[in-house]
């Protein structure tokens, strides 16, 4: 019977740890980038797939004067799929990149 109480709390442990777990966001993405050819103001669309266990991550930045961006992105999750994408003349183009803690 002590066994089986063991284990149990164990079990409940580790449950309420993993719970405590995927409610922190403990990773940060620096993402920045350059968009050669461009006009300052325009905007690049983000897009950040965590998985399965956390939402994904959509938002837009704009560019500055010198046509770069600087974002930092919290992250709950241990690999992400990062895609950006903006229009340049007339095009949507798009570029992905994984990252993983």
Same mark, same amino acid.
């Given at each position: 019977?002590?066994?089986?109480?063991?284990?149990?709390?164990?079990?409940?442990?580790?449950?309420?740890?993993?719970?405590?777990?995927?409610?922190?966001?403990?990773?940060?993405?620096?993402?920045?980038?350059?968009?050669?050819?461009?006009?300052?103001?325009?905007?690049?669309?983000?897009?950040?797939?965590? &998985?399965?266990?956390?939402?994904?991550?959509?938002?837009?930045?704009?560019?500055?004067?010198?046509?770069?961006?600087?974002?930092?992105?919290?992250?709950?999750?241990?690999?992400?799929?990062?895609?950006?994408?903006?229009?340049?003349? &007339?095009?949507?183009?798009?570029?992905?990149?994984?990252?993983?803690?």
């Amino acid at each position: 019977m002590r066994t089986t109480l063991r284990h149990l709390g164990l079990a409940t442990a580790t449950a309420l740890f993993a719970t405590a777990t995927f409610a922190q966001q403990p990773n940060t993405i620096a993402l920045n980038g350059f968009v050669i050819p461009c006009t300052p103001g325009d905007t690049v669309h983000v897009h950040v797939d965590q &998985g399965i266990f956390f939402p994904s991550i959509d938002f837009s930045t704009v560019l500055t004067n010198n046509c770069d961006f600087l974002e930092y992105i919290p992250v709950g999750s241990s690999y992400d799929q990062v895609t950006i994408s903006i229009g340049c003349q &007339g095009v949507l183009v798009s570029a992905s990149d994984s990252v993983y803690f």
